[in-house]
């Protein structure tokens, strides 16, 4: 396995309101693809929202309650674009599960779920560099 | 909202064993952090694996049932490239959820379970492209 994740799907109840949702986040769907599915070019990884009935079918798992214990973080480049974010997210018809505040590793951060529930934490970091094409690093 | 994802967390049952099976699958493991988390460098992105209680009372949320509805795919470039890591998941400890096969996409995947359950899809699509630096693109 070479170290890279190529895709994220997030597998939802309802295709239309989760699309809604991270389009309003400022997020641009893919046009080309757009059946029964909706991806999202998020840098070198593709983000991809699909119908929890057909990803349960395609891969024969029956997925449990939400949020699930695999979840994402969304990295900033300053407190302010944190607060920015999760504001975002209250307005796109998310739910701010933990607000904004000071984090034990000494940075700024908080939680949002999504329409379906599932977490993203939103971060600022200043040991986790962004590059400019939105890349992050671990410390050297 | 700018299109990139930062910190994919696994929030597992057991560190040491969440660990061992990802070093087994190749992945390294970085040096710097890792009291209590394991943090995998995978390309633009960063891996994480943090404890599940750790994880629920960071967050204030109670995890549900494995696997959950956010998952992963690894995409290969070649049809035997799948075959290859879904047979080293299994030597590694995981368990294969969906022997690899025919796509109704086209292309050739699999799925399988690490050791908390959590659900990876093993994908070689020709339409959607990667690059030397391990970075897929959705199709143009």
Chains 1, 2 share one sequence.
């Not at 674009?81 to 940075?107: N, S």
């Amino acid at each position: 396995m070479e170290p890279r994740i190529s895709i994220i799907t997030i597998a939802v109840r309802d295709l239309d309101r989760a699309t809604a949702f991270y389009e309003a986040m400022g997020l641009v769907r893919h046009k080309g693809i757009t059946d029964g599915v909706a991806f999202f070019q998020m840098g070198g990884v593709i983000l991809s929202l699909f119908p929890k009935g057909d990803a349960e079918a395609d891969s024969g798992v029956r997925f449990g309650d939400e949020p699930g214990p695999t979840y994402l973080a969304y990295n900033t480049r300053s407190d302010a674009e944190v607060d920015a974010v999760l504001a975002a997210a209250e307005q796109a018809g998310g739910r701010i599960v933990k607000p904004a505040g000071k984090a034990f590793w000494g940075g700024w951060y908080g939680y949002f779920a999504d329409p379906d529930g599932n977490l993203w934490e939103v971060a600022h970091n200043g040991a986790f560099p962004i590059d400019s094409e939105g890349r992050i690093s671990l410390p050297a």
